[in-house]
C-alpha cells in the first residue's frame, strides 16, 4: 500500500476544501453531497451521536447556521492506497473562547466521488 500518493492526496484536499467552504456557509446540500447515504455512515458531534445518513441529514437540516464560522490549523490528510483517506484538524469559533475543537474524518472514494463515512468533532479546554 502506498501513503500518500500525490494525485490521491489532491482529490482528497479538495474534498476537504469543499466541505470547509460548505461548513462555514451552511450549504446543506453540499455537505450531504460529501457524507456517503448509508445506513453505516457515522458522525459523533460535539453534542450529539448520529448514526446513519438520514440522522446526519435531519442535524444538518435542524441545525442553526450562527456561529459556524472558523479558522482550522494543522490540518493533515494521510491517503492509504488510492481508496481511503484521513482527515484530522484542529479549528477554533469566536463562539469558543478558550477551547478549541478536533475533527478527524474517514474518507472513502465511491462510484460518486470521495465521501466522508465516519466522523468525529469535540472541543476540550485549550492548553
Do not use: C
Not at 442535524?59 to 493533515?76: C, H, N, Q
Amino acid at each position: 500500500m502506498e501513503v500518500d500518493i500525490p494525485e490521491v492526496k489532491a482529490e482528497v484536499e479538495a474534498a476537504f476544501a469543499i466541505y470547509e467552504t460548505a461548513l462555514g456557509a451552511n450549504d446543506v446540500e453540499t455537505l450531504g453531497r460529501l457524507f456517503r447515504d448509508a445506513p453505516e455512515t457515522i458522525r459523533y458531534g460535539i453534542g450529539e451521536n448520529l448514526y446513519g445518513f438520514a440522522e446526519i441529514a435531519a442535524f444538518r437540516s435542524a441545525r442553526s447556521p450562527a456561529g459556524l464560522a472558523r479558522t482550522i490549523e494543522r490540518t493533515v490528510i494521510t491517503t492509504y492506497g488510492r481508496d481511503f483517506a484521513v482527515a484530522s484538524t484542529l479549528f477554533r469559533r469566536d463562539s469558543m473562547p478558550g477551547k478549541i475543537g478536533r475533527q478527524m474524518q474517514t474518507w472513502v472514494r465511491t462510484e460518486d466521488g470521495w465521501k466522508v463515512v465516519a466522523a468525529h468533532v469535540s472541543v476540550i479546554a485549550e492548553a
